[in-house]
């Protein structure tokens, strides 16, 4: 069975430092994009980061650059967040993801979600003020 395991999730003040990670099991790991989308209370999905584990091309949301940085681990088939200089608007749920698809770096490119076949159940962030 495909598994996405996420975790790292927790409370933090602005300013502090977060690292989520994202267990694999049960697919192909190099050959599967990871992203990690969020949902705000009262906002739609949206796509932070996205890792390609055969090339390690990434992507990043504008609001995060310089913030977090996405990487992989394909010997573990885990794929990290580390999310550092917090803000309250981080304040989400976060999941990752993974999808036969690709991730790009191109200032036109967006994630799509409804590429992105396999879902973790989620982990809570809440960054304080």
């Known amino acids: 069975d495909v598994q996405l395991v996420e975790s790292g999730g927790g409370l933090v003040q602005a300013g502090g430092s977060l690292r989520l990670s994202c267990a694999a099991s049960?697919?192909?790991?190099?050959?599967?994009?990871i992203g990690w989308f969020r949902r705000a209370p009262g906002k739609e999905r949206e796509a932070v980061s996205c890792?390609?584990?055969?090339?390690?091309?990434?992507y990043y949301v504008d609001s995060v650059k310089g913030r977090f940085t996405i990487s992989s681990d394909n010997a573990k088939k885990t794929v990290y967040l580390q999310m550092n200089r917090l803000k309250p608007e981080d304040t989400a749920v976060y999941y990752c993801?993974?999808?036969?698809?690709?991730?790009?770096?191109?200032?036109?490119?967006?994630?799509?979600?409804?590429?992105?076949?396999?879902w973790g159940q989620g982990t809570q962030v809440t960054v304080s003020s």
């Open positions: 890792i390609s584990t055969a090339d390690e091309n990434t």
């Open positions: 049960g697919f192909t790991f190099g050959q599967h994009a």
């Open positions: 993801a993974a999808g036969v698809t690709y991730c790009s770096g191109s200032s036109h490119y967006i994630p799509r979600s409804i590429l992105y076949d396999y």
